[in-house]
């Protein structure tokens, strides 16, 4: 007997975990939306910190305020080239694009280029776990999932990880899910 589908996920660990969370029924929704942020964290470090620095001195200095919006487009396009594949980074620099070209300040560009990106991220990995759940477990099972981990991005706060991710809030530990000890740890009634 296998323990689940979500062990064979092709994923990192943090979407694994999340998966197990949302296929669970004994997991609330409260503690689906909090294994949602380890998943969207684990990405943002492997996939965007490498790079937020370049990101940060092509949309400008980020305590000054910017009228126009300066952004040159040829070291946008560099970037990209320069991490192929990465299409999490590519996600967050379209949406820094189009938040600049809408009039937003560089700081708040950068703020809803990296939510933009990190909500995409959730709803691609979605997609990506219901597939292996249909051919794993079957359709019902797979509806069931899906629905619950779209609950669980929709409550999980992915404005404060954004915030936290470009640096704008104090660093602090990173939200796991609580682990549960005893019988009264158990659902709440």
């Keep these: 007997m296998s323990d689940g589908p979500h062990k064979s996920l092709p994923m990192r660990k943090g979407w694994k975990k999340f998966a197990e969370h949302a296929d669970k029924a004994a997991f ?3 503690q689906v939306a909090d294994a949602a942020i380890p998943a969207l964290e684990g990405d943002w470090w492997e996939d965007v910190a490498p ?9 400008g200095d980020t305590r000054q305020f910017s009228l126009f919006g300066n952004i040159s487009m040829e070291a946008i396009e560099a970037l990209k ?22 009039g937003q300040t560089n700081e708040e560009a950068l703020l809803s280029g990296a939510i933009a990106a990190l909500i995409d991220r959730g709803a691609r ?3 990506q776990v219901e597939e ?10 797979a509806y069931d ?11 999980a706060p992915v ?3 954004g915030r936290r991710m470009l640096g704008f809030d104090p660093r602090i530990a990173p939200l796991k899910p609580q682990k549960l000890q005893g019988l009264d740890d158990g659902v709440r009634l």
């Design 28 to 30: 609330e929704l409260e």
């Design 51 to 59: 790079s937020i620095d370049a990101l940060r001195k092509i949309v």
């Design 81 to 102: 080239q320069n991490n192929p594949g990465n299409s999490l980074l590519c996600a967050v620099v379209d949406g820094v694009v189009r938040a600049v070209a809408s």
């Design 125 to 127: 990995a979605i997609r």
């Design 132 to 141: 292996h759940y249909l051919r794993k477990a079957g359709a019902n099972r």
């Design 145 to 155: 999932m899906r629905t619950r981990m779209e609950d669980g991005i929709s409550r």
């Design 159 to 161: 404005e404060a990880l």
